[in-house]
């Protein structure tokens, strides 16, 4: 798979995940323990995809905090059941929305396709 693909993949996990936690608040997140899950999988996602670009794509856009995310994904895969939920609703409000503009900036509008 191209490093396009990849970057597309983490588009589209952190789009659905801001998507599920629209109009949520921390406390609602918190107590709803699928939505946890289903975030914090979606987070994954997004990791996965990072982790499996080129260090040549990554150095060509380092607006993007390519190790702190891939750092996310260890530390939920290999510390799950020590899953702080409140960083995993941290990252989703504060940190996808610029991974989004950083990534979204690498695709042509729908129009200009």
Partial sequence: MRDEAYALDMVLAATE???????????AFLADRVLQLAVTHVVQAIAEAA??????????HPSVPWRAIVGMKHRLVHD????????????VQNHLPPLLAALSGMFPPDNEA
């Fill in 17 to 27: 995940a801001r998507d599920l936690c629209a109009g949520s608040t921390l406390e």
């Fill in 51 to 60: 982790s499996r670009t080129s260090e040549a794509f990554r150095a060509e």
């Fill in 80 to 91: 799950y059941s020590g899953t702080d939920f409140s960083l995993v609703w941290d990252v």
